[in-house]
């Protein structure tokens, strides 16, 4: 099961311990998060499903491609990283 | 009169409260947080605190025991950007063009409905959304009517890259008769609840146009509009380029051309029981935001315009850069209290309608709203 880690910054403002989650694309994984912490998605997702402007998330270290729909591909042994970007906010 | 006073800052949410030795800071929530809007509901005494965390979105907060305890409640959300939106945008040329309207910026102004309609608040955001909540925050629904209006193609930020709601004001005797501010979208007002709107901004003069659209409603940028509760259709705006004054809910506006220091700032507030007094916090002009000759003043006028009262007593007179935010200046319910915070984290009170002015601070963390609670 991939892991979910968010940015000691985000945990100041709403709770978000580690989690490992069911789930083979970014999506699905970041979907089976917030469905034990639904508050948490709107610190990471607009009202439109998008990644947040000025978020990121990484998997395996690698900044992912698809922002809008975070269809990127996720192996059960990933590691999903999410933070603010350095840029806006 | 009020002894609970709120400020929203750029660093933390302020709570004063007022005991026999005047206004003191009692605690601060949300310490280094972004916090730019506040509204204590004098219905049911809840406290909202609107947050801005920057890469994390804007998020609302509410509190029914005075504080002590906060909870998160639900933001405005905005409607998916069409391509219908996205012709009409490109339609209305440079006005509407680079601007993403599909998620909110920020909370801009948080008014409560009328007295008949519990729980009900109006927030008005940035980019140019009024919403309405009729339970307390819990949800909350963009007004379509006002959206869906094609003029609103042709509004633009004042300031901001978006433009914004900022002030709401509800009719006191009716509240299904809403007015509204827009920077830079002009004054708008609904008498039927919100169904059907109406830009009333005829009067006012936009310089910064060109010169055949000065007058254009449409385009104006009112820093702030309020109403006087005891006589609803007496409207003030502090605008972008001056004092207007409406007699007749906003129908028609009269440019106020006599106010000295100078008639440029963003904050004005009337007195709620005389529709003939208002104070503003003056700067130099659009171009040069700070205090004339470096000289922290408010006006006051008490025959409706016809003269102004310069206000100093107690403010700082030499070497004073702050500039008072649109809503960082409030006045209580009887009239005699006023707050004013400034840009560089200066709070003042007045027990006198601004005849003499207290200093709470000089280095609180950059106010953007004042509000007395109830």
Known sequence: MPRVLFTPNLQRHVDCPEVSVEGDTVRLSLDAVFANRPQLRGYVIDEHDRLRKHMVVFVNGQPVKDRTGLSDAVAPDAEIFVMQALSGG | MSDRLYAATRKGFFTLHRGPSGWNVAKVDFLGQNTNMTLQDPRDGMVYVALDHGHFGTKLHRSSDDGQTWEECAVPQFPPFTEEDQRKQAEAGEF????????????????????????????????????????????????????????????????????????????????RHVTIGISCGGAWATEDGGDTWECRAQ????????????????????????????????????????????????????????????????????????????????????????????????????????????????????????????????????????????????????????????????????????????
């Not at chain 2, 659209?213 to 003030?236: I, K, S, Y």
């Not at chain 2, 809910?249 to 709620?272: L, Q, Y």
């Open chain 2, 96 to 175: 509407g063009a680079r601007r993403d309207f599909s998620s909110l910026k920020e909370i801009w102004e948080l008014t409560p409905g009328g007295a008949d309609e519990p729980g009900v608040l109006w927030a008005g955001t940035i980019p140019g959304g009024l919403f309405k909540s009729t339970d307390r925050g819990s949800s909350w629904e963009l007004i379509r009517s006002l959206w869906d209006r094609e003029e609103r193609w042709q509004w633009f930020g004042g300031g901001k890259d978006h433009p914004g709601i900022h002030s709401v004001a509800v009719n006191p005797r009716n509240s």
């Open chain 2, 203 to 374: 009067g006012m003069r936009a310089e910064y146009m060109p010169p055949d659209r000065t007058g254009d409603p449409n385009v104006q940028d009112p820093h702030r509009l309020v109403q006087c509760r005891a006589n609803p259709d007496a409207l003030w705006t502090q605008h972008h380029n001056g004092i207007f004054r409406s007699t007749d809910a906003g129908r028609k506006w009269r440019e106020i051309e006599n106010a000295k220091p100078s008639g440029f700032g963003f904050a004005v507030v009337v007195h709620p029981h005389d529709p003939e007094t208002a104070w503003f916090a003056p700067a130099v002009k659009d171009e040069c935001r700070v205090p004339v000759d470096a000289k922290m003043v408010v006006t006051r006028t008490r025959d409706g315009g016809e003269t102004f009262e310069p206000l100093t007593k107690g403010l700082p007179q030499s070497l004073c850069y702050d500039i008072v935010f649109r809503h960082a200046l409030d006045i209580d319910n009887t009239g005699e209290q006023l707050a004013m915070g400034s840009s560089t984290g200066s709070l003042w009170t007045s027990d006198n309608g601004g005849e003499s002015w207290n200093c709470i601070s000089t280095h609180l963390p950059p106010i953007y709203a004042t509000r007395f609670g109830r």
